[in-house]
């Protein structure tokens, strides 16, 4: 059975690109019926954060992730927390001392870094040079005597490590220009490749799915593997994704975490999505797309070998798709809180007006890409009117002032406003002031919204009641003649 694992370091807010990496993992999984892990590595105490753990785990289950063994569920190859593993680490190293394919370094770290300077002053490459694999049993005897702390180092082979990628193809590393490298650190704690190597063995994982920047770090793991006597996994290094400068992907591209995202109201699918499509399409390009349309296609050999952009446009444009499409119930459900939190409706849910809610909603849905653009679009159903001095100037020339006379005459003569009675009075509006198009309607929308864009004018009045609309006529005519 297939088995991959997403390994994210709880140091930081889960990012796009690392989350991408766990819905690739996710993705294989589904498409070979495998199982997907979720291992913390967190030995790096001074780093690793019980709540980036927490809040991670809560995005992917937002995300739409799920996963047979983890931290949170459990599964027969637990611990799924690298900080309740040192032990196995611990017998594991030992046993590596006994059959001689690693020892005790004494370096201090101070003399490693003086070492690596003069390496770069000479041009030489800054690797570890191997001198305690050779010290006697004298000098052994002598740093164990004078109490000096050692990490654990693992003797690595003159050899050719050569594999093949599933994206890169045949990769081969020349291990004799690599130094031996720490597995355990003086603290007692294993280093990144050991612990990857012994836990990727141990949860029998078969497929490792990771970014490219690993790449350069398999090779040692592959060192590892065959010192634990596992066959190695097959390897699928990703190319990472890039702002448009083409530099790693961070926040000043734009780029938020994923519980950023949530709380600006992306909708999950459509960042699924979007994730989807760095370093991937469909033969035909199409771009929206949900999981269960790609599952019996998807080949990760066939993922982009080069960077993706990451283009925040693309992905409003998508997560705007997503918010047109969803069902009413479910948008007004999600919106409720956002209007709550900007004060435009009760927070007693029993007080507010569903249905009016859904009208507002669903004339509004296709102007945003996230839910927290709600309350912009719709303040103007919630909030007076704030008229901008351009405006009042522009409402105030001859042809606006007619418009708004005639449809403010043609108003008095109703009593309600469905968006068939409106289009009716700005037909007649139209044939009475011989103005039409966006001359016509252009003053009759500032007047009512105070903005020259948003939802159809029809649906605006609907919404509005003619009550209010007679209000915000009255107001700017007045406000027009005292500025005349
Ligand atoms: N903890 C590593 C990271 O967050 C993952 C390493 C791996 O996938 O092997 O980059």
Redo the contacts with the bound molecule.
């Keep these: 059975m297939i088995r991959v694992?997403?390994?994210?370091?709880p140091t930081g807010l889960l990012h796009i690109g690392?989350a991408r990496?766990a819905v690739f993992n996710w993705l294989f999984a589904k498409r070979h019926k495998g199982a997907f892990i979720l291992r913390i590595?967190d030995t790096d105490v001074a780093r690793s954060e019980k709540r980036f753990m927490t809040q991670l785990i809560e995005d992917l289950h937002w995300l739409g992730l799920t996963w047979q063994e983890g931290p949170d569920v459990g599964g027969q190859h637990g611990p799924y927390l690298q900080s309740e593993r040192l032990h196995i680490y611990n017998d594991i190293c030992q046993k590596f001392l006994k059959e001689g394919i690693a020892y005790r370094c004494y370096c201090t770290p101070e003399e490693l870094e003086e070492r690596r300077q003069i390496a770069k002053l000479t041009g030489k490459p800054p690797r570890y040079d191997n001198r305690c694999r050779t010290l006697t049993d004298t000098q052994k005897n002598a740093f164990e005597t004078s109490g000096l702390s050692f990490t654990i180092r693992f003797k690595v082979p003159d050899e050719l490590v050569t594999f093949d990628d599933l994206i890169r193809g045949t990769c081969q590393f020349d291990m004799s220009l690599t130094g031996d490298f720490v597995i355990m650190r003086s603290d007692g704690t294993p280093s990144?490749h050991f612990a990857?190597a012994v836990d990727d063995t141990l949860m029998n994982i078969t497929h490792?799915i990771?970014?490219e920047?690993?790449l350069s770090?398999t090779p040692n793991h592959i060192l590892l593997f065959h010192a634990l006597k596992q066959k190695p996994p097959q390897f699928a290094h990703l190319s990472l994704t890039m702002g448009a400068d083409r530099t790693l992907l961070s926040k000043r591209h734009g780029a938020f975490s994923i519980s950023e995202y949530r709380k600006l109201g992306y909708l999950p699918e459509g960042l699924l999505n979007y994730m989807m499509l760095l370093g991937w399409s469909l033969k035909d390009k199409k771009e929206k797309f949900m999981i269960g349309d790609i599952i019996d296609t998807f080949e990760i050999s066939s993922m982009s070998k080069s960077a993706s952009v990451f283009d925040q446009q693309k992905l409003d444009w998508l997560s705007g798709q997503y918010i047109r499409e969803t069902d009413l119930e479910r948008l007004t459900n999600l919106s409720i809180p956002y209007l709550q939190t900007a004060g435009f409706i009760s927070t007693d849910e029993t007080k507010i007006d569903r249905s009016k809610l859904k009208i507002i909603l669903d004339a509004i849905r296709s102007n945003i890409s996230c839910l927290s653009q709600i309350v912009r679009e719709v303040d103007i159903f919630f909030k007076d009117v704030v008229i901008s001095d351009s405006h009042v100037e522009f409402l105030s020339s001859e042809t606006s002032q007619s418009i708004l006379s005639t449809f403010y005459i043609n108003l008095q003569k109703l009593n309600t406003l469905s968006p068939d009675i409106f289009k009716e009075v700005l037909k007649t509006v139209q044939k009475e002031t011989k103005v039409n198009g966006k001359g016509l309607y252009m003053p009759i929308r500032i007047a009512l919204t105070g903005r020259e864009h948003g939802p159809e004018l029809y649906s605006i009045a609907n919404i509005l009641g003619i009550n209010t609309c007679r209000k915000r006529i009255e107001r700017f005519l007045s406000m027009c003649r005292n500025f005349k």
């Design positions: 694992r997403f390994a994210p370091s690392n990496m590595e990144f990857v490792v990771r970014g920047d690993h770090n």
